[in-house]
Antibody
Framework: QVQLVESGGGVVQPGRSLRLSCAAS????????MHWVRQAPGKGLEWVAV????????YYADSVKGRFTISRDNSKNTLYLQMNSLRAEDTAVYYC?????????WGQGTVVTVSS | DIQMTQSPSSLSASVGDRVTITCRAS??????LGWYQQKPGKAPKRLIY???SLQSGVPSRFSGSGSGTEFTLTIRSLQPEDFATYYC?????????FGQGTKVEIK
């Protein structure tokens, strides 16, 4: 079955960088668009970014555009989120997800805390 | 960007009640909308896709309707396991956007 496992979260100071990873298994990773979605403590869900199945297109939420970069390595079945210039408001649980018509699966999330 | 306005933000209901949650899009999104359920500490789970199609494995007491700008999630007879927070998500155009969420609490 589909499995998505995020890693790379932690505590980081404002202005610093962090890279999240999402290891995928149980499906043909290279045929699915992949998303990052986040949820700040006690808040609602916020869509962050998408990368198309072949990496040809990427789209971002306005709140992270220019600071975050989504990428993927289809040979390693892994999705990434490079987060630069982190701010306190980036503190959240970050989920990787497939949100397709035929398939919708989410990882368990990884916690990112931006604090001095 | 498309804004999704979800209402109510919270509601109290009893087991067996019929519950309705609404999402309104700031512009037409055809039927490019999904409904998600989230329980505390857990990842969201999709209940409805394409506005009205029931996700595999989801109980038939959940249903969705609407097209264009007005969408509704209905829970026909609320069960104890349905107390959770519900979100709509538009995927008509990027950036995708969620509604603010509706917390369904026990009366």
């Amino acid at each position: 079955q589909v499995q998505l496992v995020e890693s790379g979260g932690g505590v980081v100071q404002p202005g610093r960088s962090l890279r999240l990873s999402c290891a995928a298994s149980g499906f043909t990773f290279s045929t699915y668009d992949m998303h990052w979605v986040r949820q700040a403590p006690g808040k609602g869900l916020e869509w962050v970014a998408v990368i198309w199945y072949d990496g040809s297109n990427k789209y971002y939420a306005d709140s992270v555009k220019g600071r975050f970069t989504i990428s993927r390595d289809n040979s390693k079945n892994t999705l990434y989120l490079q987060m630069n210039s982190l701010r306190a408001e980036d503190t959240a649980v970050y989920y990787c997800a497939i949100c397709g018509v035929s398939e919708d699966s989410w990882g368990q999330g990884t916690v990112v805390t931006v604090s001095s | 960007d498309i804004q999704m306005t979800q209402s109510p933000s919270s509601l109290s209901a009893s087991v067996g009640d019929r519950v309705t949650i609404t999402c309104r899009a700031s512009q037409g999104i055809r039927n490019d909308l999904g409904w998600y359920q989230q329980k505390p500490g857990k990842a969201p789970k999709r209940l409805i896709y394409a506005a009205s199609s029931l996700q595999s494995g989801v109980p038939s007491r959940f249903s969705g309707s609407g097209s264009g700008t007005e969408f509704t999630l209905t829970i026909r007879s609320l069960q104890p396991e349905d107390f959770a927070t519900y979100y709509c998500l538009q995927h008509n155009s990027y950036p995708w956007t969620f509604g603010q969420g509706t917390k369904v609490e026990i009366k």
